[in-house]
């Protein structure tokens, strides 16, 4: 029997690609997933086939935006099936690209459900796996909502909602974070009816309040309806199809929803059930959430864990950048992951990607700053292209180092990059400012921001 250095539970961007990197260090590693398929979430019923769904939508939707181009189209029809089919294919096809990554690395791969029995020993059905260290990859799915029952057909999680295969009359989503909206617009986009009913006063908590009026502004505009300051509280089944019944928040009233299918997007939780953590004295807290080290070391030596099951944002690339590290510092290398730098992005139309702090948190925090925001409407690539809802904000102290950046509009998500760099770096606004950007691009707006929070912007 193979005595390896590693083995890790769970094949998805955490644990596949920390398979991958401590395989390059020269550890024996296995991989244990219980999924059928390599690339957890993200790749099997999160960010991929959402992102292929947002893609195939965004071109049906554009269908309506010809006739300024001068471009006439009639007899356009769409095919829910195909457009699924292409989504399966393309998840289908970079699962077993994972695959063969472990062959060519090395790794080996053990297919089932593993249950760890003691530091250093992992059960997966009948079969015993013993490794010098393990571990803990397992992800996180979607938080259940009290007294709502998912059954995946009217009443679906993100995973049901990949996989309609009709568009709803009306979809209600319940949460205005990035899985409903993302999710919210792909259905809009495509025909149904779709209203986003939020416990906040606002969508997209955790995001930069400004640039998330932007965005709801935006996709109000492009049909997505908001009810803020509701709570769903119940859902029953009628002849007719499901009715909700929602608390107004704070109002001591209660209104009712009539839809044929809900979307419940209220955010995640960790998998760490059936994985023994209670019995070999993994501590989590409350919310089944691992408590780790600066080495991501679980409290019992030997047993590590990383990615959505851990604190920090629920995000694949945190997730990679975890697991990376873990590994690294396990083969002795010096690693660090800088929590403060980790981009994330909504990909809806448009596209809202933020890193580091937002303006809300620096005032409750009393840290001074300047603000620099530059509006793609006065941007030329972005007239040309017809995208220009939004902007790009940069907030910045007062020795011109980056705290935080916040872009709302198209290839947001692309753009972000350049600050996500600035701000790894410690490069400055004057850095950014001072740096030659291709005319005409996006990115120009990037820079402009920087240069407004410097007084300097040309074409503000
Ligand atoms: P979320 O935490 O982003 O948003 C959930 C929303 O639901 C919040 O606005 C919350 O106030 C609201 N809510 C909670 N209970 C409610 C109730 N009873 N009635 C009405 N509203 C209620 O969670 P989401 O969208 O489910 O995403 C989960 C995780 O997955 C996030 O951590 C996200 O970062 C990650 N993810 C990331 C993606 C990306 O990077 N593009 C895509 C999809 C998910």
Same mark, same amino acid.
């Not at 294919?89 to 699962?95: N, S």
């Not at 009306?170 to 999710?183: F, Q």
């Not at 969508?203 to 998330?212: H, N, R, S």
């Not at 989590?284 to 047993?303: C, H, K, L, W, Y």
């Given at each position: ?34 999924? /059928? ?8 019923? %999160? ?112 995973? %049901? ?32 009816? !779709? ?70 997007? !209220? ?44 604190p920090g944002p629920m995000l694949a690339h945190k997730a990679e950048e975890d697991g990376v ?6 083969? %002795? ?86 600050? !996500? ?21 996006? /990115? ?17």
């Amino acid at each position: 029997m193979t005595e390896y250095d590693l083995a890790i539970i769970g094949g998805g961007p955490g644990g596949y690609v920390a398979a991958i990197r401590a395989a390059q260090l020269g550890l024996k590693v296995v991989c244990i997933e219980g999924r /059928g398929a390599l690339g957890g979430t993200c790749l099997n019923v %999160g960010c991929i086939p959402s992102k292929a769904l947002l893609t195939s939508s965004a071109k049906f939707a554009e269908l309506e935006k010809l006739a300024v181009h001068g471009i006439e189209q009639t007899g356009a029809a769409l095919d829910v099936a195909t457009m699924m089919g292409r989504k399966d294919k393309i998840v289908g096809d970079l699962t077993k690209g994972i695959a063969f990554l472990f062959k060519k690395n090395g790794v080996d791969l053990i297919e089932g459900w593993a249950r760890i029995m003691a530091p250093g020993q992992v059960q997966v059905d009948a079969q015993t796996v013993t490794a010098k260290n393990i571990l803990i990859a397992t992800g996180s799915e979607p938080a259940p909502l009290f007294g709502v029952e998912i059954d995946e057909v009217a009443v679906l999680s993100s995973t %049901g909602a990949l996989a309609l295969e009709e568009v709803p009359d009306h979809l209600v989503v319940i949460g205005a974070g990035v899985i409903g909206l993302e999710l919210g617009q792909v259905w809009s986009r495509l025909g149904a009816k !779709v209203t986003v009913v939020e416990y906040l006063d606002r969508i997209l908590p955790g995001i930069d309040g400004e640039i998330a009026k932007l965005a709801q502004r935006s996709l109000s505009k492009q049909g997505m309806k908001f009810q803020l300051g509701r709570a769903l509280r119940k859902v029953e089944t009628t002849d007719a199809g499901l009715t909700l019944t929602l608390d107004r928040v704070g109002k001591d009233r209660e209104e009712t929803l009539e839809a044929d299918k809900v979307l419940i997007a !209220v955010g995640r939780r960790p998998v760490t059930r059936g994985l023994g953590l209670q019995e070999v004295g993994v501590v989590t807290n409350e919310r089944g959430v691992i408590q780790v080290d600066g080495a991501f070391q679980t409290s019992v030596p030997g047993i590590y864990a990383i990615g959505d099951c851990v604190p920090g944002p629920m995000l694949a690339h945190k997730a990679e950048e975890d697991g990376v590290a873990c590994v690294e510092m396990l083969a %002795g290398v010096s690693a660090h992951v800088d929590y403060n730098t980790v981009p994330g992005v909504v990909y809806t139309d448009p596209e809202v990607a933020s890193v580091g702090q937002t303006e809300e948190a620096l005032k409750e925090a009393g840290v001074q700053y300047t603000v620099g925001k530059f509006s793609f409407m006065a941007n030329s690539r972005a007239r040309a292209s017809g995208h220009t809802d939004g902007a790009v904000k940069v907030l910045v102290a007062a020795d011109d180092h980056i705290l935080g950046a916040h872009i709302c509009g198209a290839h947001g998500g692309d753009l972000i990059a350049e600050l !996500v760099l600035a701000m790894t770096k410690g490069a400055t606004v004057q850095d950014v400012a001072a740096t030659c950007h291709a005319h005409p691009a996006l /990115g120009e707006a990037v820079k402009e921001a920087c240069l407004d929070a410097l007084g300097r912007a040309i074409h503000a």
